[in-house]
């Protein structure tokens, strides 16, 4: 049997320990706008979700009961890291701009043979990256 297909990501939930602070923060980083969101009593929670005009993309901020308010912390299981696709070397440099212009530490930009990358992270210490895939890879991918 076949593997059936997707096209894509329908959208992302990260769980926040202040909803309030992270919508601002993605708001004004990436100029999202609020989609809907709301208080489910059943399962503990608060939503939001946001999304970016220009790409389309969907990320939902949860903000629950029985978080203990502890950092992100990647070594443990689940959620590494999420990373974000630029066009161009050119809008990997604006985004340096942009984190820097809004005080956001990073890493600068890190230099490979297939890709160059900016990472940073959200006030709950998610790691985030903008990554510009070089065209040299193009040929590795099998689409």
């Known amino acids: 049997m076949p593997t059936p297909k997707?096209?894509?990501?329908?959208?992302?939930?990260?769980s926040v320990?202040?909803?309030?602070?992270?919508?601002?923060w993605y708001s004004e980083l990436l100029g999202m706008?609020?989609?809907?969101?709301?208080?489910?009593d059943e399962h503990g929670y608060e939503v939001s979700y946001l999304i970016e005009p220009d790409s389309g993309v969907i990320m939902?901020?949860?903000r629950h009961d029985?978080?203990?308010?502890?950092?992100?912390?990647?070594?443990?299981?689940g959620l590494d890291h999420l990373s974000w696709a630029v066009d161009s070397r050119a809008q990997l440099d604006g985004w340096l701009?942009?984190?820097?212009d809004l005080e956001?530490?990073?890493?600068?930009?890190?230099?490979e043979d297939m890709w160059d990358v900016l990472v940073f992270r959200d006030p709950d210490n998610i790691q985030l990256e903008f990554i510009y895939v070089k065209p040299a890879a193009s040929g590795?991918?099998?689409?």
């Open 66 to 77: 029985a978080n203990t308010d502890s950092a992100f912390d990647e070594r443990r299981i």
């Open 33 to 40: 706008a609020e989609l809907f969101g709301g208080r489910n």
């Open 17 to 24: 320990t202040d909803l309030a602070r992270s919508k601002a």
């Open 97 to 100: 701009a942009r984190l820097d």
């Open 60 to 62: 939902g901020f949860e």
């Open 6 to 14: 997707i096209n894509g990501i329908s959208h992302v939930d990260l």
């Open 140 to 143: 590795l991918i099998d689409t």
């Open 104 to 111: 956001i530490p990073h890493s600068g930009i890190t230099e």
